[in-house]
């Protein structure tokens, strides 16, 4: 950072750079030059009895899944969809989040190593004053909270981070229901609601996906030629695919963590709670899950081959509630291209994958919901898109509902639409009340330019922290037009 000072030049710091869906490895603005820190790789430290670990930025999911288990320490992995290759710390510092217990994967962050722009480092007051070990133990630390000013903004380039991992229960469970009928989700809404409310710690979250979304994990994309004349999946066909793969309208998926009386106790509240609103309710363990997949296998025919592509994704869905980190959501990235995929290492942006992120909070309330679901069905196929949605709870008061924009990145007409449309979708939602919890980096500028008072202090910030603007300059809190 010196010498990028020296020279005026602004940077952009990446960890393993596997941002996709909000822009890879992009930085906001040109002219900038990538800091690749994947090659620190180092796990600095672990305590194996209180279960914090400090990592590098090059740390991965799968490292440090291999490092917990040639350890034999059983503690989960704050996995996410993205797989097994991402940074643990970059991800926590995008605020990501998952389906372990800590699925709001920056609260678990206790402490953090930071270089400034001019070359000088910022160590937290805990561990200065205190002791660096009391500083990975306590994440309020004392005086300001630094910490957060790191998190989605250019404030510093995080160099280590300290994270407190869940132990691996006794027993880890999955519910998954079905809804037989769309009218029904209001009233699951506020069922998911009052089982959150009632159920903290042992009901970790609940997904709920609609038909499109489900499908896209279990068929493969329709041939052209049963494309309507958008290029989109008729509803019948959708229907049809529905029925054929024994996909609901709506289909639900929970977490369940604790001792195994414990999880039994809430399994009959869960389903005392679905009653007349859920059907096909249905409780799977790992082992459950492993014969079910067994059993699938051996079913002769198309019936058979469906049936255990469904029980292959719900299998490996499973190993990622115990985080264990795999790759069993990547395959949506390559879904609407039909693009050929490997059978691991997936890498949608090398493999020229098409996909933006649209992800808006929405609160828990079922009319909300119903607007936003209204508002996506209504929006995505104008813009061209298959409407896939998934809300996933964030606590009990939130979801937050990740719609993919697929497209064909080697069809440059469908890239301009699924640009511009991602800026319409943030727009108008914004109108509706729903605005996303992250942004893609073409999204930066928008976003920026919506925002007056909270520019001015992050401006006022970024002059005293980077009054060059070196660190991922346009990046949520870049500097104020009037102030450069
Ligand atoms: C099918 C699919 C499913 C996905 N599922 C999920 C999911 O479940 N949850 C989820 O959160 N995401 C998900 N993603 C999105 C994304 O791929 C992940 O969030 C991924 O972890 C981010 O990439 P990364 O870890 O390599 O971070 P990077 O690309 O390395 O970093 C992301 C950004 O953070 C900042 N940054 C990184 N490192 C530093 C640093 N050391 N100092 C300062 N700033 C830094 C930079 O601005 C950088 O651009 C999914 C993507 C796909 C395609």
Same mark, same amino acid.
């Given at each position: 950072?010196?010498?990028?000072?020296?020279?005026?030049?602004?940077?952009?710091?990446?960890?393993?750079?596997?941002?996709?869906?909000?822009?890879?490895?992009?930085?906001?603005?040109?002219?900038?030059?990538?800091?690749?820190?994947?090659?620190?790789?180092?796990?600095?430290?672990?305590?194996?009895?209180?279960?914090?670990?400090?990592?590098?930025?090059?740390?991965?999911?799968?490292?440090?899944?291999?490092?917990?288990? !040639?350890?034999?320490?059983?503690?989960?992995?704050?996995?996410?969809?993205?797989?097994?290759?991402?940074?643990?710390?970059?991800?926590?510092?995008?605020?990501?989040?998952?389906?372990?217990?800590?699925?709001?994967?920056?609260?678990?962050?206790?402490?953090?190593?930071?270089?400034?722009?001019?070359?000088?480092?910022?160590?937290?007051?805990?561990?200065?004053?205190?002791?660096?070990?009391?500083? !990975?133990?306590?994440?309020?630390?004392?005086?300001?909270?630094?910490?957060?000013?790191?998190?989605?903004?250019?404030?510093?380039?995080?160099?280590?981070?300290?994270?407190?991992?869940?132990?691996?229960?006794?027993?880890?469970?999955?519910?998954?229901?079905?809804?037989?009928?769309?009218?029904?989700?209001?009233?699951?809404?506020?069922?998911?609601?009052?089982?959150?409310?009632?159920?903290?710690?042992?009901?970790?979250?609940?997904?709920?996906?609609?038909?499109?979304?489900?499908?896209?994990?279990?068929?493969?994309?329709?041939?052209?030629?049963?494309?309507?004349?958008?290029?989109?999946?008729?509803?019948?066909?959708?229907?049809?695919?529905?029925?054929?793969?024994?996909?609901?309208?709506?289909?639900?998926?929970?977490?369940?963590?604790?001792?195994?009386?414990?999880?039994?106790?809430?399994?009959?509240?869960?389903?005392?709670?679905?009653?007349?609103?859920?059907?096909?309710?249905?409780?799977?363990?790992?082992?459950?899950?492993?014969?079910?997949?067994?059993?699938?296998?051996?079913?002769?025919?198309?019936?058979?081959?469906?049936?255990?592509?469904?029980?292959?994704?719900?299998?490996?869905?499973?190993?990622?509630?115990?985080?264990?980190?795999?790759?069993?959501?990547?395959?949506?990235?390559?879904? !609407?291209?039909?693009?050929?995929?490997?059978?691991?290492?997936?890498?949608?942006?090398?493999?020229?994958?098409?996909?933006?992120?649209?992800?808006?909070?929405?609160?828990?309330?079922?009319?909300?919901?119903?607007?936003?679901?209204?508002?996506?069905?209504?929006?995505?196929? !104008?813009?061209?898109?298959?409407?896939?949605?998934?809300?996933?709870?964030?606590?009990?008061?939130?979801?937050?509902?990740?719609?993919?924009?697929?497209?064909?990145?080697?069809?440059?007409?469908?890239?301009?639409?699924?640009?511009?449309?991602?800026?319409?979708?943030?727009?108008?939602?914004?109108?509706?009340?729903?605005?996303?919890?992250?942004?893609?980096?073409?999204?930066?500028?928008?976003?920026?330019?919506?925002?007056?008072?909270?520019?001015?202090?992050?401006?006022?910030?970024?002059?005293?922290?980077?009054?060059?603007?070196?660190?991922?300059?346009?990046?949520?809190?870049?500097?104020?037009?009037?102030?450069?």
């Amino acid at each position: 950072m010196r010498i990028a000072a020296e020279f005026r030049l602004a940077v952009h710091p990446i960890s393993t750079g596997n941002n996709w869906g909000y822009g890879s490895a992009l930085p906001t603005s040109d002219c900038v030059t990538l800091i690749d820190l994947g090659a620190l790789q180092a796990i600095l430290d672990f305590d194996p009895e209180l279960g914090v670990v400090t990592v590098e930025p090059g740390v991965t999911q799968g490292m440090l899944a291999d490092f917990l288990d !040639r350890g034999g320490h059983d503690y989960m992995v704050p996995v996410t969809g993205a797989g097994p290759n991402c940074s643990v710390l970059a991800n926590a510092l995008e605020r990501g989040y998952g389906i372990t217990p800590h699925a709001d994967h920056f609260s678990a962050v206790t402490d953090l190593e930071a270089v400034l722009a001019d070359g000088s480092i910022h160590r937290s007051a805990l561990a200065e004053a205190g002791s660096p070990e009391l500083a !990975r133990l306590f994440k309020w630390g004392i005086g300001p909270y630094f910490t957060g000013l790191f998190s989605q903004s250019g404030f510093g380039i995080v160099t280590k981070m300290s994270i407190v991992l869940v132990r691996r229960p006794q027993c880890a469970k999955v519910c998954l229901f079905s809804l037989a009928d769309d009218k029904l989700l209001e009233a699951a809404v506020q069922r998911v609601r009052r089982l959150l409310v009632e159920l903290p710690g042992t009901l970790g979250g609940v997904n709920l996906m609609n038909r499109h979304r489900v499908l896209a994990m279990t068929a493969p994309y329709p041939d052209a030629s049963q494309l309507d004349a958008h290029g989109l999946m008729p509803p019948d066909l959708v229907e049809q695919l529905g029925r054929a793969y024994q996909i609901a309208p709506w289909t639900g998926f929970a977490t369940l963590y604790g001792r195994r009386s414990v999880v039994a106790a809430a399994q009959k509240e869960i389903r005392r709670a679905f009653k007349g609103v859920g059907s096909r309710l249905l409780f799977l363990s790992p082992r459950q899950a492993g014969w079910l997949t067994a059993l699938a296998r051996r079913l002769p025919g198309g019936m058979g081959e469906r049936l255990g592509r469904s029980a292959t994704t719900l299998n490996s869905s499973l190993e990622l509630v115990q985080g264990r980190p795999n790759e069993t959501a990547l395959p949506l990235a390559y879904w !609407r291209a039909r693009l050929p995929q490997p059978a691991a290492g997936r890498n949608p942006a090398a493999d020229g994958c098409g996909l933006l992120w649209y992800a808006p909070l929405i609160p828990m309330r079922p009319a909300d919901v119903r607007r936003f679901v209204n508002f996506a069905r209504h929006e995505l196929p !104008r813009l061209g898109m298959e409407p896939l949605i998934t809300l996933t709870s964030q606590g009990d008061r939130l979801f937050d509902s990740t719609v993919p924009l697929l497209f064909d990145k080697r069809d440059s007409t469908a890239s301009t639409a699924a640009s511009t449309g991602l800026e319409h979708l943030i727009e108008a939602g914004r109108r509706l009340g729903f605005y996303p919890y992250r942004l893609h980096v073409q999204s930066q500028a928008a976003h920026l330019a919506r925002q007056t008072e909270n520019a001015s202090v992050a401006s006022r910030l970024r002059q005293a922290l980077d009054p060059l603007d070196l660190i991922a300059p346009g990046r949520y809190a870049g500097r104020h037009p009037q102030d450069r």
